[in-house]
């Protein structure tokens, strides 16, 4: 697990960015949204890194909501890293692909490993239980950001009461 000392590196696909345009009635909306807010917040603090792609920027580009498409750029001057689409991020999206991974969230995941990511958060539940499936094929670790964010915080109280 990751040191306090040391930032995490964060991708945060399209999903989490349009959490916030999302109905906010249902409590889980709610906790995702409320993660994302806070993760977003560490960014910008410069505790956390928030690492990027070519992908997720074609992606927003993709958002046929004007206003949602230009809030979610307005956060992207946080992004610390962008990762471009290469040879190598095809390829290893192809190798994705065929373990029935979307192309674009192949693209995602391996922009995210290219990116050397400490987490890759979705709120794709379909996204999520595949690479839960094939957590052994892949070279992130994938997870929800409400989930990943009470696993940390209970980590660090745990250490702090040791």
Not at 96 to 111: K, W
Request: one cysteine or more; proline letters at 2%; hydrophobic letters at 35%.
């Amino acid at each position: 697990m990751q040191h306090n000392l040391q930032p995490w590196k964060i991708y945060l696909d399209t999903c989490c960015l349009s959490r916030f345009f999302d109905n906010q009635t249902q409590t889980r909306i709610q906790q995702e949204t409320e993660a994302i807010d806070w993760i977003i917040s560490q960014f910008r603090v410069g505790r956390w890194d928030w690492i990027s792609s070519d992908a997720l920027i074609f992606e927003i580009n993709r958002i046929p909501d004007l206003d949602q498409r230009l809030r979610i750029k307005v956060w992207l001057t946080e992004v610390r890293q962008a990762v471009s689409v290469g040879i190598g991020e095809k390829s290893r999206s192809k190798q994705l692909e065929v373990l029935s991974f979307g192309e674009l969230d192949a693209l995602h995941l391996a922009c995210s490993e290219s990116g050397s990511v400490d987490v890759f958060l979705t709120t794709d539940d379909k996204l999520l239980g595949k690479a839960k499936r094939d957590a052994s094929q892949l070279h992130v670790h994938v997870e929800n950001p409400y989930t990943w964010l009470q696993e940390i915080t209970e980590n660090e109280r745990d250490r702090t009461d040791r």
